[in-house]
């Protein structure tokens, strides 16, 4: 093996090893961000943000955690055991805010169109009339 050669493979090496302590480096300065998800298409962004690297890009090493519903997150959020949470209103929500537990709504993460709907809500038909008419 040639003096240059020999060289290379050290230089190459070295690079190898920076290249590690760097990446090392790197994944202690990302933001650790807990978010809760209700497992459903509206969350399909944050799985899919997370494979293509764009929350990593941005300084962002999330965890994602996924409930049966999202009233289910209401308590891990108020305790700071989640920092995001996505989901739909609840008795939950409503009873949290009622008690003052510090949560903010910042923006909605899907809309119905008209005919398009995925939430529905279920009154007997006697309240319906009533209500409705």
Same mark, same amino acid.
């Given at each position: 093996?040639?003096?240059?050669?020999?060289?290379?493979?050290?230089?190459?090496?070295?690079?190898?090893?920076? +290249?590690?302590?760097?990446?090392?480096? =790197?994944? /202690? =300065?990302?933001?650790?961000?807990?978010?809760?998800?209700?497992?459903? &298409?509206?969350? %399909?962004?944050?799985?899919?943000?997370?494979?293509?690297?764009?929350?990593?890009? =941005?300084?962002?090493?999330? #965890?994602?955690?996924?409930?049966?519903? *999202? *009233? !289910? &997150?209401?308590?891990?959020?108020? #305790?700071?055991?989640?920092?995001? +949470?996505?989901?739909?209103?609840?008795?939950?929500?409503?009873?949290?805010? *009622?008690?003052?537990?510090?949560? !903010?709504?910042? /923006?909605?993460?899907? %809309? &119905?169109?008209? +005919?398009?709907?995925?939430?529905?809500?279920?009154?007997? !038909?006697?309240?319906?009339? !009533?209500?409705?008419?």
């Amino acid at each position: 093996m040639t003096r240059l050669t020999h060289l290379a493979r050290l230089c190459f090496i070295a690079a190898l090893v920076l +290249g590690a302590l760097v990446s090392r480096h =790197e994944a /202690a =300065e990302l933001a650790q961000v807990r978010i809760g998800t209700a497992r459903t &298409m509206s969350d %399909s962004g944050y799985y899919l943000a997370d494979a293509l690297g764009f929350f990593r890009d =941005e300084g962002i090493a999330v #965890t994602l955690t996924g409930f049966n519903s *999202a *009233a !289910k &997150m209401i308590v891990p959020l108020g #305790t700071g055991e989640l920092d995001v +949470g996505g989901g739909t209103v609840s008795a939950a929500l409503y009873n949290a805010v *009622a008690r003052g537990i510090n949560l !903010k709504i910042v /923006a909605d993460q899907a %809309s &119905m169109k008209p +005919g398009y709907g995925y939430s529905s809500l279920m009154v007997r !038909k006697d309240l319906a009339k !009533k209500l409705f008419i």
